[in-house]
């Protein structure tokens, strides 16, 4: 109950308790210098050198708390958004409460988390396009998604205009599941999932093959319409920005003779511009970011142009 109490005049921010989401969470707030300690089973942790409480909750639940405005910032995935989204216009369509505080506004996508949510039906199966499994049923963890999907394929099949404020009577049977969906073909429960998909081994290993995309998913920085300081919410997003920006860029520095520089900044441009310093005798330094993943293709291009002594370092922070 103190804790509870402690948290007046707090920003409160909401990060995945677990799932894949949580590790790299955590590894931003590091970088981002938000600094907590979680006492064991406690949700809630106050920040020691900022006026933020984090809030550890279910990757799923994050867009509602946010949504409603109860909680300032979060991180979770887009499919979440997309799913708590759909799911407050599908009760407001059946004339629940209007769609209350709805919206979660998205601030940055975060580089990690990257899936699919995928349309998937047995391999050696009947079924080869996602209309194939109109009127079937259809097993998932994001029910409101996969109605909207199936609403549209419906009317599109039916030759009607689709209307997502209207209440859905759906020709196909969702079947709502909590974790594990593929097992579900398998078992019985049903002729299709709609499920996240990485790699694909866990489709693979169940013998499932995907036939669709409903949406394409990566972690998000989220932000509620009113938050209650809306200063420290840019302060967090412009340090989550510069941490990102740190783990997807290197410092790239060479030295090359005058000449050569038109053709070796064409290789490294930067994210706004080179820093170009003129050194003895007609040779230049370049120094220039460029994204870690493409790092070893420019380093192949800038010898073929005459680079030499070329440097690749971490960078640690940024801040634009
Ligand atoms: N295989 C994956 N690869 C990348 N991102 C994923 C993957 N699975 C899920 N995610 C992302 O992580 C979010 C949370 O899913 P996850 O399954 O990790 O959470 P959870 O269901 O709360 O945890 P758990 O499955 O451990 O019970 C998803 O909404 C999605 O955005
Ligand atoms: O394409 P892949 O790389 O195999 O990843 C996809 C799997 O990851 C998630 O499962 P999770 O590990 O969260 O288990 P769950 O199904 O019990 O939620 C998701 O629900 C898929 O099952
Ligand atoms: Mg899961």
């Given at each position: 109950m103190e804790l509870?109490?402690?948290?007046?005049?707090?920003?409160?921010?909401?990060v995945p308790k677990k799932g894949r989401l949580n590790q790299a969470t955590l590894n931003l707030l590091e970088g981002a210098d938000i600094q907590f300690r979680r006492e064991n089973r406690l949700d809630i942790a106050l920040v020691k050198n900022l006026p933020i409480a984090l809030i550890f909750l279910p990757a799923a639940d994050i867009p509602t708390f946010v949504g409603q405005g109860r909680v300032d910032l979060g991180i979770t995935g887009w499919d979440q958004v997309r799913e708590h989204d759909a799911a407050v216009s599908a009760a407001a369509a059946h004339g629940g409460a209007p769609a209350q505080g709805s919206g979660c506004e998205m601030i940055t996508e975060l580089g990690f988390g990257s899936c699919?949510?995928?349309?998937?039906?047995?391999?050696?199966?009947?079924?080869?396009?996602?209309?194939?499994?109109?009127?079937?049923?259809?097993?998932?963890?994001?029910?409101?998604?996969?109605?909207?999907?199936?609403?549209?394929?419906?009317?599109?099949?039916?030759?009607?205009?689709?209307?997502?404020?209207r209440p859905q009577i759906l020709q196909t049977k969702i079947v709502e599941l909590s974790g594990s969906v593929e097992a579900a073909c398998a078992l019985g429960v049903a002729d299709g999932i709609v499920d996240l998909v990485e790699s694909g081994e866990t489709m693979r290993a169940a013998g499932l093959k995907a036939i669709d995309t409903?949406?394409?998913?990566?972690?998000?920085?989220?932000k509620s319409r009113s938050p209650s300081n809306p200063d420290l919410v840019d302060l967090i997003a412009s340090r989550i920005r510069g941490v990102i920006t740190a783990q997807r860029y290197v410092l790239c520095q060479y030295n090359i003779e005058r000449s050569g520089v038109a053709a070796a900044t064409k290789i490294t441009p930067g994210k706004r511009a080179p820093t170009i310093t003129s050194l003895d005798d007609g040779w230049v330094a370049v120094s220039s970011m460029v994204e870690k993943k493409k790092i070893a293709l420019v380093m192949d291009e800038l010898t073929r142009v005459g680079a030499h002594d070329i440097l690749v370092l971490d960078i640690h922070n940024t801040r634009e």
């Amino acid at each position: 109950m103190e804790l509870v109490n402690s948290l007046e005049g707090r920003l409160l921010f909401a990060v995945p308790k677990k799932g894949r989401l949580n590790q790299a969470t955590l590894n931003l707030l590091e970088g981002a210098d938000i600094q907590f300690r979680r006492e064991n089973r406690l949700d809630i942790a106050l920040v020691k050198n900022l006026p933020i409480a984090l809030i550890f909750l279910p990757a799923a639940d994050i867009p509602t708390f946010v949504g409603q405005g109860r909680v300032d910032l979060g991180i979770t995935g887009w499919d979440q958004v997309r799913e708590h989204d759909a799911a407050v216009s599908a009760a407001a369509a059946h004339g629940g409460a209007p769609a209350q505080g709805s919206g979660c506004e998205m601030i940055t996508e975060l580089g990690f988390g990257s899936c699919k949510l995928q349309v998937q039906v047995p391999e050696k199966g009947q079924y080869a396009s996602s209309a194939d499994l109109i009127g079937r049923t259809v097993g998932t963890s994001f029910v409101s998604l996969t109605a909207d999907f199936f609403a549209q394929l419906e009317a599109k099949a039916n030759g009607t205009a689709h209307d997502s404020s209207r209440p859905q009577i759906l020709q196909t049977k969702i079947v709502e599941l909590s974790g594990s969906v593929e097992a579900a073909c398998a078992l019985g429960v049903a002729d299709g999932i709609v499920d996240l998909v990485e790699s694909g081994e866990t489709m693979r290993a169940a013998g499932l093959k995907a036939i669709d995309t409903v949406v394409e998913s990566t972690a998000v920085l989220i932000k509620s319409r009113s938050p209650s300081n809306p200063d420290l919410v840019d302060l967090i997003a412009s340090r989550i920005r510069g941490v990102i920006t740190a783990q997807r860029y290197v410092l790239c520095q060479y030295n090359i003779e005058r000449s050569g520089v038109a053709a070796a900044t064409k290789i490294t441009p930067g994210k706004r511009a080179p820093t170009i310093t003129s050194l003895d005798d007609g040779w230049v330094a370049v120094s220039s970011m460029v994204e870690k993943k493409k790092i070893a293709l420019v380093m192949d291009e800038l010898t073929r142009v005459g680079a030499h002594d070329i440097l690749v370092l971490d960078i640690h922070n940024t801040r634009e």
